[in-house]
């Protein structure tokens, strides 16, 4: 208990039962007596220091409470409502949903094929309906200039077959600011993989897929809108000719 005591027979405080009314002193004859004052002889201010001291001295500071958060909210995680239910792709895939391409060989040879033939090197509606996820291929403006290409069978089953196609390159073919067809030479073996999948609606050809691996005649045809300059239209007959005699 705090407590605190004037001078005697002056005034007592306590915390408990408050200021009490100061006792004053009398002469003989019965005057009061002036008497000097202090900072401890003025019972209500003093109290009410008292008062507050006591206060702050028992305050406790309120315990932090506690955040709780979810697993979801934890890990960042966002509920995925952009998925397409009937396909399990993306909406924004803009998968075809037609019932199409029922034997998945016939649909290997056929988009390989096209490819070769540089049907793809501008929008293609067969492509469109051939492949998973034709919303999400990118826009090249270069394609690959191929002398052949052979195939192989990976693996088959009734959700799923594997192809390995093997090309023969010559180079790289874009276009430059003359709108003309400029050739680099880069000869190399490439091997790459096809695969296609079972889906709701018939098979489709995995994405990405738009690999534009065009057939150096079919290059040449399509050349015809973006011709090839004179030297490089020379370098690439060279390089089908040096293929023929090592074959």
């Not at 049907?119 to 052949?148: K, Q, R, V, Y």
């Not at 709701?200 to 005649?217: F, H, K, N």
Request: proline fraction near 9%; charge should be neutral; include cysteine.
């Amino acid at each position: 208990m705090l407590c605190a005591r004037g001078p005697p027979l002056s005034f007592t405080y306590c915390c408990a039962c408050g200021a009490r009314r100061p006792q004053l002193k009398r002469d003989p004859l019965g005057a009061t007596r002036p008497q000097p004052m202090s900072h401890t002889d003025n019972p209500p201010l003093f109290a009410t220091l008292l008062v507050l001291a006591g206060l702050f001295a028992c305050q406790r500071s309120p315990s932090p409470q506690r955040v709780v958060r979810s697993p979801q909210a934890a890990s960042g995680a966002q509920p995925d409502d952009s998925v397409d239910p009937s396909t399990g792709l993306e909406t924004s895939c803009q998968f075809s949903k037609i019932m199409a391409h029922p034997d998945p060989r016939r649909l290997g040879d056929e988009f390989l094929l096209k490819d070769a033939a540089g049907l793809f090197l501008s929008s293609n509606a067969w492509f469109d309906g051939a492949t998973d996820c034709p919303g999400h291929e990118p826009g090249p403006d270069t394609h690959t200039a191929i002398a052949s290409y052979t195939t192989s069978p990976i693996s088959s089953s009734d959700t799923l077959v594997v192809i390995a196609v093997s090309y023969q390159v010559l180079g790289e073919v874009h276009a430059d600011a003359q709108d003309s067809s400029v050739f680099e030479e880069h000869g190399r073996q490439l091997i790459d993989t096809l695969v296609i999948h079972r889906t709701p609606y018939g098979w489709r050809v995995r994405s990405p897929a738009l690999w534009l691996r065009v057939l150096i005649d079919s290059a040449f045809a399509y050349a015809k809108y973006r011709p090839f300059h004179a030297a490089d239209a020379q370098r690439i007959r060279l390089l089908l000719a040096e293929l023929k005699r090592g074959a």
